[in-house]
């Protein structure tokens, strides 16, 4: 979903559980696209890429899906840990081969114990 | 350590106070970004150099925002008679020649705070 001001959305859940965390592009030319955890006090860390070329990708623990046609990302997280709690964001590169990365505003997960 | 550092961590500014803000990127890395990230915000890009050259400032908000990297590593960012709206943390990442992804290596920000 879409963040207004300083609302991020968020995603709550339970250790162990798996979950998916959604994103909406803007741009249907973009051709590679890029997830990043962000902890509290910390710079983004990349987790998973993928090409437009692809629809699927998979990492460990991690898999993230690309579909086209709706112009939507999602980066699944399996068997979730308390280490998972972070801010969430995608990115679209917009720079050709220079990789001028446009995020988005980020989804905030919790993970309870 | 051998990741991005940057520095200072935190920033307390006057308004009207200019401000220098240093990324020393990975050793060896060809590429520096500079984003600017407002509370519960996604970063927004900035600048973007390769080696000395800075290729793309298409993200600076205004003739007050400076940046460069004269010899090709160490950057800094300038902010000239900060105001309110600058605040925010600003984010220096690099990336190794060799690699063609978007794979960033950020640094842990310098968080901006003008009053």
């Known amino acids: 979903g879409e963040s207004v001001g300083l609302h991020l959305p968020t995603l709550s859940v339970q250790e162990g559980d798996n979950s998916i965390i959604n994103c909406a ?16 006090g910390k710079g983004p860390q990349f987790i998973i890429d993928i090409r437009s070329n692809m629809d699927k990708r998979q990492g460990q623990r991690v898999t993230v899906l690309l579909n086209k046609t709706v ?13 998972d709690s972070a801010v969430y964001f995608c990115a679209e590169n917009s720079g050709g081969s220079n990789y001028k990365l446009t995020f988005g505003k980020g989804t905030l997960l919790t993970v309870n114990p | 350590g051998a990741g991005v550092s940057q520095s200072p961590r935190y920033k307390v500014a ?24 407002a509370l519960g915000q996604g970063p927004e890009f900035l600048t973007y150099f390769q080696n000395e050259a800075q290729l793309d400032k298409s993200g600076l908000p205004s003739d007050r925002f400076f940046a460069e990297r004269p010899e090709g590593s160490v950057s800094t960012l300038k ?15 690099s990336r190794p ?3 063609n ?12 705070t003008v009053l």
């Open chain 1, 25 to 40: 592009y803007s741009n249907s030319a973009s051709d590679y696209f890029i997830w990043y955890k962000q902890e509290s």
């Open chain 2, 14 to 37: 006057k308004r009207g106070q200019d401000v220098a803000l240093r990324c020393d990127p990975i050793s060896g890395h060809v590429s520096l970004f500079w984003y600017q990230q």
């Open chain 1, 71 to 83: 112009k939507h990302l999602s980066l699944q997280i399996a068997a979730t840990q308390p280490g």
């Open chain 2, 79 to 93: 902010i000239q008679r900060t105001q309110q709206e600058d605040s925010a943390v600003y984010l220096c990442a």
């Open chain 2, 97 to 99: 020649r060799t690699r």
């Open chain 2, 101 to 112: 992804t978007g794979e960033l290596f950020f640094g842990e920000g310098s968080r901006l």
